[in-house]
Structures are given as structure tokens and as C-alpha cells.
């Protein structure tokens, strides 16, 4: 175990490494064992959605958004309620194809239920699609004088 936080040691063994980063990170990794589909390498391949750009299938995610209750807690056009928004360009989870599709199909911690195994993987991809549309990615705001101002923080 390491004397101070500034210090990190790993241990392999066939059944994984122990990684320690300080004293407050402990993870174990298991590289011979990898979900179903993921290169043997370990390398990462980028995931892309069939549905990106894709006029007709956006229009239908809109529709799914609806169907699903989505406005509920994300507002309408996404604009956010109790659910975070989707038009500021901030995405908690990540923003790539790869991870809105994650977090709607196996949902996430306080509130967004998972919806895979409920819907089909292409209406996931579909309303990926359709919610990664309504980014601005405009971080900004009006301030009172009505000027547009940067927003900052975070």
C-alpha cells in the first residue's frame, strides 16, 4: 500500500491488476474478460450510429421521444426539467453516439430508467439520433442588461 496519496502501485496477476491511485481509487481490471463484441486487442473501435444525420429516422426519434415519455423529465424539444437538457451541448455521461445510446439503454443512476431489452436497438439508435440534433453546443446566455454573455463554470 502506498505511504502518501502521491504514490501509485498495481499489482498483476493472472486474474487481473489492482490499480491504486492515492488512496482513494482501487479498481481491478479483468482484461480476459470482455463484453461480447469488443476486440480481443483491447483496443476500442468507435461505435457509430446508422441512424446520424439521417433526416427521416431524427423525425421518427422525435416521434419515439414523445411515445416514451421522454418530455417528462427532459422537456419539451429537450429543453430540460428534471432531467438534464440536451440543447446546451453538456452531456454528464458523454455526448458521442456510443454513450447517449448507454445511457438510454441501460439507463443511469436517479431516475433514467433503462430502456434496452424494452424498445428495439435501432429505436435507441433513432432517438440518439434524434436528441444529439437538439445540441446547440451554445454555452451561452443573456445577462440582465439582455447583452449575451459566455457561460462559465462548471
Known amino acids: 500500500?502506498?505511504?502518501?496519496?502521491?504514490?501509485?502501485?498495481?499489482?498483476?496477476?493472472?486474474q487481473g491488476r489492482?490499480?491504486?491511485a492515492g488512496d482513494s481509487?482501487?479498481?481491478v481490471e479483468h482484461p480476459e474478460i470482455l463484453p461480447a463484441g469488443f476486440p480481443s486487442s483491447g483496443k476500442t473501435i468507435a461505435i457509430?450510429?446508422?441512424?446520424e444525420g439521417d433526416k427521416k429516422a431524427i423525425a421518427t426519434g422525435g416521434q419515439l421521444f414523445i411515445a416514451?415519455?421522454?418530455?417528462?423529465?427532459h422537456g419539451a424539444d429537450g429543453s430540460g426539467a428534471m432531467g438534464p437538457s440536451f440543447q446546451d451541448g453538456r452531456w454528464h455521461f458523454g455526448g458521442s453516439p456510443?454513450?447517449?445510446?448507454?445511457s438510454i439503454y441501460q439507463g443511469r443512476p436517479d431516475g433514467m430508467p433503462a430502456w434496452g431489452g424494452r424498445i428495439t436497438?435501432?429505436?435507441?439508435?433513432?432517438?440518439?439520433?434524434y436528441v444529439r440534433s437538439?445540441?446547440?453546443k451554445d454555452l451561452s446566455t443573456e445577462n440582465f442588461t439582455g447583452k449575451t454573455v459566455e457561460r462559465t463554470g462548471h
Open 121 to 129: 436497438n435501432d429505436q435507441i439508435w433513432m432517438l440518439t439520433a
Open 134 to 136: 437538439l445540441s446547440s
Open 48 to 51: 457509430k450510429n446508422p441512424y
Open 25 to 27: 481509487l482501487r479498481l
Open 68 to 73: 416514451y415519455n421522454c418530455l417528462d423529465c
Open 1 to 14: 500500500m502506498p505511504s502518501s496519496t502521491s504514490e501509485a502501485s498495481s499489482l498483476d496477476s493472472t
Open 18 to 20: 489492482l490499480l491504486v
Open 98 to 102: 456510443a454513450e447517449v445510446f448507454e
